[in-house]
């Protein structure tokens, strides 16, 4: 089958920089670009007020300072706080002093930092539970109203059917790709249903089958995690398109 041209780097910067960089913010961008990375992957979903912003977890705890911000009492579910409370936490304390007061990121300023800078973005759509169509829907229109004058759009991916179907719905231009972190029962069906373009898989589950019906079916292949060289080689060796990695200091674009 004769593939679109695809016009995406190779090696993506996982939520920025990896884990150099509190990850999921403008920090962990300008860190991931200044080791030569010109694509990333961010995580993105809703505050209540239906504002889309980057974080990984569907919890503040693990990467904000909700818990002394916000004090005893508040929902832990970032999905469940407005804009404007999310707007005040300090999303790179955890990671370490050098990133104290960084601030969550709303995803229109990521994008216009990609924008601005000609930088490629991968947007994995991370609903909220309960959120997932709208997280979709919104996401999706976010990104085409932000791009539409750019030469090429965002890649939009999620674990989340129902995400993925809503993007469709809103945005069916942009290009889709289906993550999955197992082959489950008719992925490569859903795959076609969804009109994605792309297959994300987990790195452990591409092997010379799964490649090859990924491929046969016209999908470009791409893999997360990929933090060692052994495995970036043997994925290589397969044939896949695109490396989401941590590792933006052992893997440079540049000389790859
Ligand atoms: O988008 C690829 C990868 O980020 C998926 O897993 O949990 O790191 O968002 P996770
Ligand atoms: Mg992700």
Redesign the pocket.
Known sequence: MQLAPWPYPRWIA?RGAGKLAPENTLAAFRLGASHGYRMF?C?AKLSSDGVPFLL?DDTLTRTTNADDALGESHSPTAGEHPWGTLARLDAGSWHSRAYAAEPLPTFEAIARYCLRNAYFL?I?I?PTAGLERRTGDLVARDAARLWQNAAVPPLL?SFDVPALEAALEAQPELPRGL?LDALWPGWLETALRLGCVAI?CDHALWDPSSMAQAKRAGFRTLS??VNDEATARRLLDLGLDGI?TDRVDLFSPARL
């Open positions: 996982h992957e995580d990984h991968n994995e991370k991916s993550l994300i997360y995690t989401i």
